[in-house]
């Protein structure tokens, strides 16, 4: 398995562009659809079986982008995307997009959020999180608000695991996405 790793931290957003967790949005775009910005650190690998995979905490939250498949975003901003753009959009919180057909892939989007931890649990949880092995991680200034981007592959099937802890609240949000060949 030929893979490629490049890891870069832009810096670019000090302030994370805080929301109620409520207020995620989840959409799946077009392989095309590149305008995502707020970038602050991002993963780019590629893989043999699968080709250029992008993963990037954002201010707002995350993207996955599969080229030549999807870009995939969870963010607690409104994207002004047109209809030509995307596959799927929705304001559900509770996403769960069940073994969708992407072309030669299937793909599988879960998401959800915790009960209302106290704020001991919170910490515990958060510190969990920060241990993660092979995780992108950021924690955003002024906050003790995280968000963990992690990826696990192989030659057929794409993990990301995914956490954005919401401090004000005492919640946090889990996605996880699974993409393998069909």
């Known amino acids: 398995m030929s893979t490629k790793n490049t890891i870069e931290n832009t810096s ?4 994370h562009l805080y929301s109620n967790p409520k207020n995620l949005i989840y959409y799946l ?9 707020a ?13 250029a995979i992008e993963i990037a905490i954002i201010g707002a939250s995350h993207y996955f982008k599969l080229e030549n498949y999807f870009t995939e975003l969870l963010s ?7 209809s030509k753009e995307l596959f799927m959009q929705t304001n559900s919180f509770e996403a769960m997009i069940n073994s ?3 072309n030669d892939l299937n793909y599988k989007f879960s998401t959800k959020q915790t009960e209302y931890l106290s704020a001991v649990q919170f910490n515990e949880a958060e510190l969990q999180i920060s241990a993660q092995k092979n995780t992108l991680i950021h ?16 030659n057929t099937e794409i993990i ?9 609240f005492l919640r946090i949000v889990y996605s996880e996405t699974k993409v393998n060949k069909v």
């Open 39 to 51: 970038i602050i650190i991002k993963k780019y690998i590629v893989l043999s079986s699968f080709g």
């Open 139 to 154: 924690a955003f200034k002024g906050q003790s608000a995280i968000t963990a981007l992690q990826l696990a592959h192989n």
């Open 29 to 37: 775009f077009k392989p095309q659809f590149a305008d995502i910005k």
């Open 160 to 168: 990301l695991k995914t956490w954005h802890t919401y401090p004000d």
């Open 12 to 15: 670019l957003v000090s302030e």
């Open 100 to 102: 969708s057909k992407l």
């Open 76 to 82: 607690c901003l409104p994207e002004k995307a047109s």
